[in-house]
């Protein structure tokens, strides 16, 4: 898909309502599931509202894995630059899954879109670097070091992404493990491990 991504329109009621409605039946049915029809329902929305703030379902799906991204970036404060890398990502990795466990909707909705020719290559490249400002930065800062496996940057970012969604998603299916500390420790050991090429027991102050 060539589509390029939305840019940032003011949010409107009728948007946020739109959204919410987009939001909550792709969770329940998936991508394909979720009609416009259904959605404007849903809504409270006529067809045609829907339509005059997002021009087709393409882009409000793409508007919609905007703004979970970018809600999910605001949530997350920065890492004191005073931590060592691994504590700073670790940081970063543990705000992130919080944010996710408490919106299994959000959660959903973007592993549907992860794996959907909806969302081409370039554009998950471009929501991480706008939403996720600072793990670009600090994949880079890793790398330079010699802390982080040397790779290309958007290889980098698809295996954060896809270890983190992974976990994420056994941790909504699974609630119990998603509170054990020994599994989330596990979780970020794995994904440490990923990105630097180190032995997950090797640090275990985790």
Known sequence: MSQAMPQPQPMTDKRRQILDAALALCAEDGLQGAATARIAKAAG????????????????????????????GAAISEADPSLVLHDQIRHYWQQAMSWMLAHPNELKFVLGFFHSPLLARPARSQILNDALRFLPTLLAKGQASGELMHAPAPLLLEVCQGQFLACASLFVDQPDLGQNDYWQASAFALFWSAISGANPHANTDV
């Open 45 to 72: 929305v006529a067809n045609g509202t829907l339509f005059h703030h997002f021009p087709s379902k393409e882009a409000l799906i793409l508007q919609l894995y905007q703004d979970v991204k970018t809600r999910m």
